[in-house]
Nanobody, 116 residues
Framework: QVQLVESGGGLVQAGGSLRLSCAAS????????MHWYRQAPGKERELVAS???????NYADSVKGRFTISGDRAKSTVYLQMNSLKPDDTAVYYC??????????WGQGTQVTVSS
């Protein structure tokens, strides 16, 4: 059974950078879209970035110009490059991969903490 595993989270000072990775434990067939969500304590989960089959990307206004999502469909892997990090970016980050003809896959999350 395929699982998603996030990595790359950690503690970083404001203004720093992190690169998150989300890799599937096996091959995911018929990938449709890839996404990154985040959830901070006491707040609702929010969509941070998405990338579709055409390569088109979408970002939350709060991260535009700072975050970049990319993916490798052949490797069932999605990345999130985060630059100019702010304390408000502190959250647990989750990756999601949707597919045609099946339920989406979710990772367990990786903690990102940005200190001021």
């Amino acid at each position: 059974q395929v699982q998603l595993v996030e990595s790359g989270g950690g503690l970083v000072q404001a203004g720093g950078s992190l690169r998150l990775s989300c890799a599937a434990s096996g091959i995911i067939f018929s990938i449709k879209t890839m996404h990154w969500y985040r959830q901070a304590p006491g707040k609702e989960r929010e969509l941070v970035a998405s990338i579709g089959g055409s390569g088109k990307t979408n970002y939350a206004d709060s991260v535009k110009g700072r975050f970049t999502i990319s993916g490798d469909r052949a490797k069932s892997t999605v990345y999130l490059q985060m630059n100019s990090l702010k304390p408000d970016d502190t959250a647990v980050y989750y990756c999601t991969i949707t597919r045609w003809g099946g339920a989406p896959y979710w990772g367990q999350g990786t903690q990102v903490t940005v200190s001021s």
